[in-house]
């Protein structure tokens, strides 16, 4: 099996450069001085979340003959809007399975992209999809397990590493984990002093559960969709797995209460909506200080695709965090 | 009376380059095509607002002397906090008068940064600055009468004008006025096609009253204090209201209900929290299209120092707009 490496990433970067915002690293003034925090706001891409990067780079790849045919892709939200919007961009057809336990307002906003929307059970959406690609021809755009997804994705490591060289500590989400396996490729290429860490909910923390058995395990599906983080339902598959054993320093999990704490202390301190898959690296930041290095953290807002109503209820909540 | 000129500001950049963030300009995919808004969200600065910027660049020029004997500011609040990071970072004692109407939020978050904090009734915050001043030796640092704090603001309009160079409609709160006076100055200087609108809440909108009488008017405190947006209660001052007379094109206002309305959307939609103050240039663009030029928009988010239960109780309501 092939990894991706840092030279795959910066082919990326320049085929998505005018495509996706440069997100800046904001400076957390309320940090401890010991561990300065630097947040890495993917929320504030056009669709609310990272994926715009990896669908973009997938789709930049594809041949006249393919652009034709239409994409399909499955997703628990964020993916299907990003290759919904990219989709748009480049003129082509995307037809998106999504499960249908995902909030309306993802399915909503995938609609409004112009894209066509068919939903089914979770455990459903990867045979469906592969119907509709067989039935149409369509060029299936899987949401991480692909090089050039987890390229693509890895283009935020390049820009962490170009503006806080001597950082020494990256949280990232994991869930299907081609946005931990680009970073971690560009981080470990790049600032080889710097530890990357995976984050998951406890609840859905098969890839901690992977790395303490030393083999991939695997969780039902029934089990992985208890966590309130709806974007981290999934699981690696071999291709991101490997890229996990190869570049990740460990991974630490948070409980459900510490990611609504992140949630409240993202808007409130840092004036960032994140969506509880967005903040479970911040969550381990907060509450798993004495398991990182001391240094320069970031910490990757993968997105902020939150309910506005649950985000009501967790900012009328008693303070729990900060 | 000399105005602040462009060169004053790329000399404040220069001076203040490593102190704040660099906002990104933010695309808004929901924005109408044939308008499309960036959102320039100086809600991420390190105190969640713009702030920073003036009060950097004021300290900057400070001598070892003017050091030694401190500084005293007054502000409803963003100033006050703007003043105690800036004069923290560069070890002075800093003394903040804040009027006891201001968000607890706010009182807290200026005591927090090491200042020592005096609450006065609105209409006495000069007055008891001043004496502090007169009794101490220190230097007053204005919210906005001065032209170091107008040059760091106008740094803003220098970043827009590199980042979007074809910019047609820029959109800034006006209060005091430091804000839309230096970004004016930069983006007259450097986008002469860009128009350059100051927004106010209609219930504190003498800067709009005084466009529209030829001559600068004054509402007295009790009714600029009625506005939810508590940023914006504050009147310009003769430097600043010459600067806002030679650079804006207008002035426009925006109801209560359009403020909290921006406030729910740029949650929702942008993910970025904003306070009513930072939300009124987006209101504009949502609700004052026909009074503005087609092509790009520029709004400009001045802060995010929001009450965590308002912004919940906003998002908690019925949606009214986007």
Redesign the interface.
């Known amino acids: 099996m092939r990894l991706v490496n840092v030279s795959d990433i910066h082919i990326a970067a320049e085929r998505i450069g005018g495509a996706v915002?440069?997100?800046?690293l904001?400076?957390?003034?309320w940090s401890d001085p010991d561990r300065p925090l630097w947040l890495k706001?993917e929320?504030?891409q056009?669709?609310?979340a990272f994926k715009v990067r990896g669908a973009h780079n997938a789709l930049a790849a594809l041949s006249r003959a393919q652009r034709e045919k239409g994409v399909v892709a499955y997703s628990s939200g964020n993916h299907a809007q990003a290759v919904a919007?990219a989709a748009r961009a480049e003129n082509i057809q995307a037809t998106i399975v999504i499960d249908d336990t995902a909030p309306e307002l993802k399915i909503t906003a995938t609609r409004e992209l112009g894209a066509e929307v068919v939903l089914v059970p979770l455990d459903q959406r990867a045979q469906v999809a592969a119907g509709l690609v067989a039935e149409r021809g369509a060029t299936l755009i899987p949401p991480f397990d692909h090089p050039d997804v987890i390229a693509g994705q890895g283009t935020i490591g390049l820009e962490i590493a170009e503006d806080l060289p001597d950082v020494r500590v990256v949280l990232v989400p994991v869930s299907g984990g081609g946005l931990a396996a680009g970073i971690g490729v560009a981080i470990k290429a790049l600032c080889p002093g710097a530890a990357v860490y995976g984050v998951e909910p406890e609840l859905a923390g098969d890839t901690a559960a992977s790395f303490a058995a030393g083999e991939q395990v695997h969780w039902p599906a029934a089990d992985r969709i208890r966590t309130i983080a709806d974007g981290l339902r999934a699981e690696p598959s071999e291709l991101t797995y490997a890229h996990l054993t190869a570049t990740l320093d460990g991974v630490l999990t948070v409980s459900e209460r510490e990611i609504r704490a992140a949630v409240?202390l993202l808007?409130?301190k840092?004036?960032?909506?994140?969506e509880p898959a967005g903040a479970v690296a911040t969550a381990a930041y907060l509450f798993r200080a004495s398991q990182l290095p001391r240094g320069s953290a970031v910490a990757v807002i993968s997105g902020?695709?939150i309910d506005?109503?649950l985000?009501?209820?967790?900012?009328?909540g008693e303070?729990t965090a900060g």
């Not at 915002?21 to 800046?24: A, E, H, I, K, M």
């Not at 904001?26 to 003034?29: E, Q, R, S």
């Not at 985000?311 to 009328?316: A, K, P, Q, R, T």
């Open positions: 915002l440069r997100t800046p904001v400076p957390c003034a706001p929320s504030l056009a669709i609310g919007y409240a808007a409130r840092a004036k960032l909506v994140a902020g695709n506005p109503g985000l009501g209820d967790i900012l009328s303070p």
